[in-house]
């Protein structure tokens, strides 16, 4: 069973455009939401995370908004840009540090 | 500073083959240790974690196992390998005390043929 949904499965956003990556949970006992990235070949790294008391959370061109009451999250990359392309992976922590993930987006940012 | 290694960085094995591969944790003290499995072009599936030495649980049975002989040290091991076990495994850690971000480490890329 998929504790965290995700999507879309690929994105494709022209430069300068807004990426907006979707997730969904059900578990009320989640308690962190991170988000990562992941370039090829590399480990993923984490990008921004928030808890369920904040509704967003900005850091440079990306920005989490959170919907306790709809049990969704999301991820905006303003200004897209090219070096943007790579997998984004929500995700979602409960009590025990114990984390599940989304199934990943694949984002191209074309020039 | 914290540092994640991960090692080896690549391995070709054949079926029915074991396997043991390592990651040690610098710079923390008592972290949570995890290892993933990710198949091509799929997401992030949790196998093990473990809590202290010698503390291992299992998210998914199969014919994988984890041990953690030092409290910096994971190690994941197969007896025998089978063709659904080739993947990029990653190991990731939270430090110790209530922390909250895991980090992972470089992956190990493993194809079994």
């Known amino acids: 069973q998929q504790q965290v949904k995700q999507s879309p499965q690929s994105l494709i956003v022209q430069k300068g455009g807004i990426s907006i990556i979707n997730c969904a949970y059900e578990n009320t006992a989640f308690d962190y939401f991170p988000w990562y990235q992941q370039f090829p070949g590399k480990g993923p790294a984490l990008l921004i995370a928030i808890r369920p008391d904040v509704s967003e959370k900005k850091e440079g061109r990306f920005t989490i908004s959170f919907n306790k009451s709809a049990k969704q999250f999301s991820l905006h990359i303003m200004d897209s840009q090219p070096g943007d392309s790579a997998t984004y992976f929500c995700a979602a922590r409960r009590a025990g540090n114990q984390f599940y993930f989304g199934t990943g987006t694949s984002l191209t940012v074309i020039p | 500073s914290q540092t994640i290694h991960q090692w080896p960085a690549t391995l070709v094995q054949p079926v029915g083959s074991p396997l043991s591969l390592e990651c040690t944790v610098e710079?923390?003290?008592?972290?949570?240790l995890y290892w993933y499995r990710q198949a091509a072009g799929r997401g992030l599936q949790l196998l093990f974690y473990s809590v202290g030495i010698g503390q291992i649980s299992s998210e998914v049975p199969q014919n994988l196992s984890a041990s953690r002989p030092q409290d910096r040290q994971f190690i994941l091991s197969s007896k025998k390998l089978l063709l659904s076990d080739s993947g990029f495994y990653l190991c990731a850690w939270v430090a110790g005390g209530g922390a909250d971000t895991q980090y992972f480490g470089p992956g190990t890329r493993l194809t079994v043929l």
């Open positions: 710079g923390t003290s008592n972290p949570n």
